[in-house]
């Protein structure tokens, strides 16, 4: 049996030097291999890297991820796969970081799931993609979670297999039941009624001083959720809309059941038929979270207001 050519490190590394050192080695390396280099990292650290590349800056392709990966569901549809799939004929290498200090509570269990799910996303590729933690500020159980979501781990110059990678296990535990918001508007819908579900979500939206070409966006990401559930959740639906930390949150649930874990993180053919509706969420919200079982589906799309 072939071993899978995908590789998948993550990197534990202390301080901006190391951090420096470790990232530009790998760069480099992989240039002068004839390797397309693609970095997503949060702004402060793609300056550090392009200042340690020097010249060599100008080879490589950089991501804002705090802007890109927001949404840590965007990252593997219109940061990863869209990059790979420039240089379909070419290894391609790639620093991804997705998880660094401030992320909140809420964007935790979207981050170690995406973690995971690259290892699905990416099976057979032709693709090495580094995934960088900061071992001096995030906790240690943030770390453990990267151990069971990388297959290879690096530190201090080593390399070892990790022992508790367990990608199927992490994408179980965090398809988790989501909490009870305290109050919300609430509606159930049917086909009859799908534009009062987007409505009421633009209506909440508008009067938090979110902006128009943003109300276009939910008014979309609620109707490609009413769609899903008139489609594939037994015809009707429930919209609860609150705001929480800052966000306005939609959450729409039906009795579907979605059994494949990769569901809107897939690029699309725009002449392909079949439902996109899940990446286009992915790809306009801010942060989704979603729990699904048999007879029942949550998703929630959440909106920076101050980003409105």
């Given amino acids: 049996m072939l071993a899978d050519p995908f590789v998948h490190p993550a990197l534990f590394y202390r301080g901006e030097r190391e951090y420096v050192d470790t990232t530009t080695a790998f760069i480099r390396e992989g240039l002068d291999a004839g390797e397309p280099v ?34 840590p569901g965007r990252i593997i549809p219109a940061v990863l796969r869209d990059f790979a799939e420039r240089h379909p004929d070419e290894r391609v290498r790639i620093i991804g970081e997705p998880m660094w200090p401030g992320r909140s509570a809420t964007e935790y269990p979207a981050c170690v799931q995406h973690e995971a799910l690259i290892n699905y996303a990416f099976r057979g590729s032709h693709a090495t993609i580094l995934c960088p933690y900061d071992a001096a500020e995030l906790s240690t159980p943030v770390l453990r979670e990267a151990e069971r979501t990388h297959p290879v781990l690096r530190e201090a110059g080593r390399e070892w297999a990790s022992p508790d990678y367990a990608p199927d296990r992490v994408v179980s535990v965090y398809n988790e039941p989501l909490g009870e918001p305290e109050r919300f508007a609430e509606l159930l819908f049917d086909a009859t009624n799908l534009a009062a579900a987007r409505e009421l979500a ?62 809107g993180r897939k690029l699309v053919d725009p002449a392909q038929a079949g439902s996109r509706g899940l990446l286009i969420v992915n790809l306009l919200s801010d942060l989704v979270r979603m729990h699904t079982t048999a007879g029942s589906t949550v998703v929630r799309a959440y909106f920076d207001i101050a980003a409105g």
């Fill in 202 to 263: 633009a209506e909440r939206a508008r009067a938090l001083g979110i902006l128009d070409g943003k109300l276009d966006d939910i008014r979309l990401v609620i109707a490609e959720l009413g769609a899903n559930s008139l489609d594939h959740g037994g015809g009707t639906g429930t919209i609860r809309v609150w705001t929480e930390d800052g966000r306005l949150v939609c959450e729409v649930s039906d009795a579907g059941h979605i059994t494949d874990p990769l569901v």
């Fill in 38 to 71: 693609a970095v997503a990292v949060p702004a402060r650290n793609l300056a550090l890297i392009r200042s340690g590349l020097g010249a060599a800056a100008e080879k490589v392709s950089f991501v804002d991820m705090a802007l890109a990966g927001r949404n």
